[in-house]
C-alpha cells in the first residue's frame, strides 16, 4: 500500500491540516495532513515522516502526509482515511475472522434515524445484514498499560452518533459491529478514552450493553518503499 513515498523530517503540524518537513538536502516543503484529530504522539518536531506526491495539478499542496516513523521506533500511518481502505481490503480477503461468511460488501450505505452513512454493510442470504463502523485508532499512552491505545483522541461528536446509530440498528434485529482499526505499531489493545471524551465513552459502554460488538483490526504497517 505505501510505495513511492518520500522521507522528510518533520518541523511542525499547524492549522490541523499543513506540516511543515525538511529533506535530507535541507529543503523545506509544505504538505497536506489528512487527520483531523489532536495526532497525540503521531506528530512530534524531529520525527520521520513519510508522504506522497499527487499527479492532481490543481491541489494547493501535491504532497500527502502518509505515515509517522517516531522517536522511539513505532510506525503510525496518520493518513486516517486509509483505515476504510486497510478494512475493506481484509474484508474482501476473508482477513477478519469475526466477519466471515457474507456474500457481499457495500461501503458508504446510508442507514439510521440520524442520517448518517455506515462505513460497511455486509450482506449473506442465511444471516441478518452486518452494520460495520470504522475508527482509525492513533493514540497510545502508555502511563495506563504497556500498549495501550485509547480511541478518540479528541473529543468526537461524530462518533457519538455512530454509537446511537449502531444500537438502533442492533435493536432493530441487526448486527452491529465498532471496528477499531489500529494504525499504530506499538498498540496492542483499545479503549474508549474516558479522559477525553466522557460522553463517547459512555455511550461506547451502553452499546456494548446493547450488544454492538466491537473488534480491534490491526492494519498492517510495514516499512514503506521509497
Not at 522521507?7 to 487527520?35: H, M, Q, S, W
Not at 481490503?89 to 439510521?112: D, F, H, R, S, W
Not at 454509537?163 to 459491529?177: D, H, N, Q, T, Y
Request: aromatic residues 10%; neutral net charge; hydrophobic residues 40%.
Amino acid at each position: 500500500m505505501f510505495k513511492n513515498l518520500q522521507k522528510a523530517t518533520l518541523i511542525k503540524r499547524y492549522k490541523r491540516f499543513l506540516a511543515d518537513v525538511r529533506l535530507d538536502n535541507g529543503e523545506t516543503l509544505t504538505i497536506y495532513c489528512p487527520n483531523t484529530g489532536a495526532m497525540t504522539g503521531c506528530a512530534e518536531p524531529g520525527d520521520e515522516v513519510y508522504f506522497s506526491k499527487s499527479d492532481n495539478l490543481k491541489r494547493k499542496y501535491q504532497f500527502t502526509w502518509e505515515l509517522t516513523h517516531t522517536k522511539t521506533g513505532h510506525w503510525i500511518c496518520i493518513h486516517s482515511q486509509l483505515a476504510n481502505k486497510m478494512v475493506a481490503e481484509a474484508l474482501e480477503a476473508q482477513q477478519i475472522p469475526a466477519l466471515l461468511g457474507y456474500e457481499t460488501v457495500k461501503a458508504e450505505v446510508k442507514y439510521g434515524s440520524e442520517n448518517s452513512r455506515i462505513d460497511f454493510l455486509l450482506t449473506a442470504v442465511d444471516q441478518p445484514d452486518c452494520y460495520v463502523e470504522v475508527k482509525s485508532c492513533t493514540l497510545l499512552d502508555e502511563s495506563f498499560a504497556a500498549g495501550q491505545g485509547f480511541f478518540p483522541d479528541t473529543t468526537s461528536v461524530r462518533g457519538q452518533k455512530h454509537l446511537r446509530e449502531l444500537m438502533e440498528m442492533k435493536a432493530l434485529g441487526f448486527r452491529a459491529v465498532l471496528v477499531f482499526a489500529v494504525l499504530h505499531s506499538g498498540i496492542r489493545s483499545v479503549k474508549a478514552a474516558a479522559h477525553i471524551d466522557k460522553k463517547y465513552a459512555s455511550l461506547f459502554e451502553q452499546a456494548k450493553q446493547a450488544g454492538v460488538e466491537v473488534i480491534c483490526y490491526h492494519a498492517p504497517l510495514n516499512t514503506p518503499e521509497t
